[in-house]
């Protein structure tokens, strides 16, 4: 036999799927893990999409890069609520493979890519699997789990080869923080210290540092809508910069994988590239959830925007439960539907730590590991209603107290 490639036996196996083996035919656990929202997508729209289902065109193929009706709609999108008024749209089947679309058009099998830990497990995968192997991992500032635009600035200056692609998550998957745009992209001069020599101003932050370095930037808005205590999602633009976005938790899509990439209209050919990923392996993203993905707009940001208040109880819930593990353990929470937790040292296991809320309190979380933290959990409180998350709330504060307070696993 021949085997396997070389590529697919150096991806990690997605965590996702070790979480589904481990909850198969266990009824009796909830789970605070998958990244997923509770509710179902507006119901004016599905109730517009079944009248389209007996359409001919939903049966058919589209255009690689979307329906032509949604695409101006995203545009209109973009240019209202993003501020992104130099981009172009592409739609893909969710993204994750609006990822795969980039990775493949801007790295070469042995390139290398930055990411911050704690990273999406999923992007890191992704990578993993189209030969770029070389993923250096940045760690983020100690204190707020931000990416260190310092950290960043050494990497560029000192990683042989020079990185390709540069991504962050905002707001985080898994950490739940979110980027102010002076960390995207200083709008006044910072005032910053260099060893040896007197204060000088500094403007770089991520966005310069990788115009400079001559690096893709990859910016995932995926939870664009989901932050809290008024803070304010912002997106930047520029030649150099990929917006990627999602229908599946805004709008209760996850199934019907929709995403879009927003790409600088102002770099030629660049919609070329990303065609020939798109026309090899999806062709389309599905006619009938592009059509609800256009119907899903109709309802507008305001009615995302009321669901994720709505989290508020789900997300002081789980905080509580997570306050026995001390002060300065848990983070996030400022954005997305994450908290990302440190268990005690004596626990660096934290994939064992995970088996055991299963088997013994019976409530799943994410293990650390599987996205570059070793000794820490990752928990979803967007994925059951109020009163389920009261339940996963309370078994998960009995796990941690027991782990703190008698040691066992």
């Known amino acids: 036999m021949a085997g396997f490639s070389r590529r697919i036996l150096a991806t990690d196996t997605p965590v996702m799927v070790q979480v589904q083996e481990l909850l198969q035919g266990r009824n009796d656990v909830v789970s605070l893990a998958q990244g997923v929202v509770h509710w179902q997508p507006p119901p004016q729209a599905l109730e517009k999409v079944k009248d389209l289902i007996q359409d001919i065109s939903t049966s058919r193929y589209g255009p690689d890069d979307g329906l032509p009706e949604l695409r101006l709609a995203l545009s209109e999108k973009l240019k209202k609520e993003n501020k992104l008024f130099k981009s172009s749209v592409m739609v893909t089947a969710g993204a994750n493979q609006a990822y795969a679309n980039l990775a493949l058009s801007l790295c070469d099998p042995g390139d290398s890519v930055v990411m911050f830990a704690p990273y999406y497990f999923n992007a890191y995968t992704t990578f993993q699997m189209t030969g770029i192997y070389d993923i250096v991992v940045v760690p983020s500032h100690p204190d707020t789990c931000h990416p260190d635009p310092e950290m960043l600035e050494k990497a560029l200056r000192e990683h042989t080869p020079k990185p390709r692609i540069v991504n962050v998550v905002n ?3 898994p950490s739940g923080t979110y980027l102010p745009e002076e960390t995207l992209k200083a709008r006044s001069p910072l005032l910053r210290y260099f060893p040896g020599s007197k204060f000088r101003f500094s403007t770089q932050r991520i966005s310069e540092l990788c115009k400079n370095a001559g690096v893709w930037l990859v910016v995932d808005n995926t939870y664009e809508y989901f932050m809290y205590d008024g803070r304010k999602h912002v997106c930047i633009e520029g030649d150099h910069i990929l917006n990627v976005f999602s229908f599946s938790k805004a709008y209760g899509m996850m199934g019907w994988r929709i995403g879009y990439i927003a790409y600088p209209s102002t770099v030629p050919g660049f919609g070329e590239q990303l065609l020939k990923v798109q026309d090899n392996v999806p062709i389309c993203a599905s006619i009938i959830g592009q059509k609800l993905a256009l119907a899903a707009l109709d ?3 305001q009615w995302v925007l009321e669901r994720v208040a709505r989290l508020g109880k789900n997300r002081a819930m789980v905080l509580d439960a997570l306050s026995s593990l001390g002060q300065g353990a848990v983070k996030g929470g400022e954005g997305a539907i994450y908290f990302w937790a440190k268990l005690p040292e004596k626990f660096p296991d934290d994939v064992a730590v995970v088996k055991w809320l299963v088997s013994k309190h019976k409530v799943m979380v ?14 979803s409180y967007g994925g059951l209603d ?14 941690l107290e027991e782990l703190v307070l008698r040691g066992c696993v």
């Open 299 to 301: 309802a507008g940001p």
């Open 366 to 379: 994410v293990p650390g590991s599987a996205s570059g933290g070793k000794g820490c959990i990752r928990i």
């Open 386 to 399: 109020e009163g389920s998350c009261e339940i996963a709330a309370a078994r998960l504060k009995a796990g």
């Open 171 to 173: 707001p985080g998957n």
